[in-house]
């Protein structure tokens, strides 16, 4: 996905995980959220689930910005008691949404 100074240039993208036998149920079409903008960027949800991908300011333990899959209401794994992170990006402050490994 590139997003780049806050212009979101695509609204769906497809998400394919492969044979992972953890990760392939959450393969599909994701589109923009209608929830609008988490964390300076937009969140993207799977259609038909409450899965989503968005972006997290402190997405790792050294506070590193990423994007998170996640179901819930935050894409922070540090607010476990309100969502479930699924898998975290390579740290970025990027606007893009790099391959998310688990």
């Known amino acids: 996905i ?58 790792d333990k050294s506070e590193n910005g990423g994007w998170t899959l996640y179901f819930g209401s935050s894409p922070c794994p540090s607010d476990y008691y309100y969502n479930e992170v699924l898998a975290v990006s390579g740290p970025t402050e990027s606007f893009d949404l790099p391959l998310v490994d688990p």
């Open 2 to 59: 590139l997003q780049s100074s806050g212009t979101y240039l695509i609204q769906h993208f497809n998400v394919d995980f492969g044979k992972d036998p953890f990760l392939s149920v959450f393969n599909g079409c994701y589109s923009a959220s209608e929830d609008g903008v988490l964390n300076s960027r937009l969140s993207y949800s799977k259609d038909g689930s409450d899965v989503k991908f968005g972006f997290c300011k402190k997405a």
